[in-house]
Antibody, heavy 119, light 106 residues
């Protein structure tokens, strides 16, 4: 069974940093592209970043303005999101999602981890 | 940009409903639909415009091309009351979700 488990979300002050993790199991992690998607409270879904299976190709949403960094460790079956210069508007549930590699869709999602940016 | 409509839809069990997503530019067939229930992660329902994800009920269907896409539930069931999102992949190597459609009980 495919499982994605996010961790690392917590309350952080504006301007602070946080690193989220996503532990993958039940599939060959190194063969799949991965993504981070977030959802602000009572809002819709926002794609924020993509990383290819090898880690060589990375994309970000324009709205992030270089504050976030996606990475992965295929030996540890883990995906990461380093978030710097956090703002109030970064408050959201952050999901990791597996790219199906069929048609640019996300076929498995984690349960999400809540990041709250507030003083 | 994806414009999804309506934002809220009130319907009864057994109704046929359709949700529409319009793209600002052609997205070829890279269009997917997701269902999200409160407090849960989204679940993939349809990919590549009209292909049903494994294990998803055939009450759900997708259609469209170019800039306009539709998601239809043929006969609404109690477990279908949820929020639905379309998602596109564009040539700028980015994914965009529609604003979501909340399907409520009338």
């Amino acid at each position: 069974e495919v499982q994605l488990v996010e961790s690392g979300g917590r309350l952080v002050e504006p301007g602070g940093s946080l690193r989220l993790s996503c532990a993958a199991s039940g599939f060959t992690f190194r063969n799949y592209n991965m993504n981070w998607v977030r959802q602000a409270p009572e809002k819709g879904l926002e794609w924020i970043s993509y990383i290819s299976s090898s880690g060589r190709t990375i994309y970000y949403a324009d709205s992030l303005k270089g504050r976030f960094t996606i990475s992965r460790d295929n030996a540890k079956n883990s995906l990461y999101l380093q978030m710097n210069s956090l703002r109030d508007e970064d408050t959201a549930v952050y999901f990791c999602a597996r790219d199906s590699s069929v048609a640019a869709d996300f076929d498995h999602w984690g349960q999400g981890t809540l990041v709250t940016v507030s003083s | 940009q994806m414009t999804q409509s309506p934002s809220t839809l009130s319907a009864s069990v057994g109704d046929r409903i359709t949700i529409t997503c319009r793209a600002s530019q052609s997205v070829s067939s890279w269009l997917a639909w997701y269902q999200q229930k409160p407090g849960k992660a989204p679940e993939l329902l349809i990919y590549k415009t009209s292909t049903l994800q494994s294990g998803v009920t055939s009450r759900f269907s997708g259609s469209g091309s170019g800039k306009e896409f539709n998601f239809t539930i043929s006969s609404l069931q109690p477990e279908d009351f949820a929020t639905y999102y379309c998602q596109q992949y564009n040539t700028y190597s980015a994914w965009t979700f529609g604003q979501g459609t909340k399907v409520e009980i009338k």
